[in-house]
């Protein structure tokens, strides 16, 4: 079984700054995509950031040139560095990502999610 264990969220003024981590623990092959997702009360859940396991990343147009996304293939870890933060921004981030099994199955995973609150 495998687990996406996020952690770094928090409350944080506007203008602030966080950086969010989201772990992979299990037995598995590879991590393929990994996703940061957000979801604020009442909305539908976004994708905010993406990154595939060469490194190339892809972002919301609410974030671009404010977060960042990498990874860490040898931990199995994504990170989200979120800065000039917004009360928009507001939100439980939840992580998402594509898993090999060691029999080459591929199967997706969510992390339980952490809130995020951007507030004076």
């Known amino acids: 079984q495998v687990q996406l264990v996020e952690s770094g969220g928090g409350l944080v003024q506007p203008g602030g700054s966080l950086r969010l981590s989201c772990a992979a623990s299990g037995i598995f092959s590879s991590i393929n995509l990994m996703i940061w997702y957000r979801q604020a009360p009442g909305n539908q859940r976004e994708l905010v950031a993406s990154i595939d396991r060469g490194g190339f990343t892809t972002y919301a147009d609410s974030v671009k040139g404010r977060f960042s996304i990498s990874r860490d293939n040898a931990k199995n870890t994504v990170y989200l560095q979120m800065n000039s933060l917004k009360p928009e921004d507001t939100a439980v981030y939840y992580c998402?990502?594509?898993?090999?099994?060691?029999?080459?199955?591929?199967?997706?995973?969510w992390g339980q999610g952490t809130q995020v609150t951007v507030s004076s």
């Open positions: 998402n990502a594509d898993v090999q099994s060691m029999v080459m199955t591929l199967r997706n995973y």
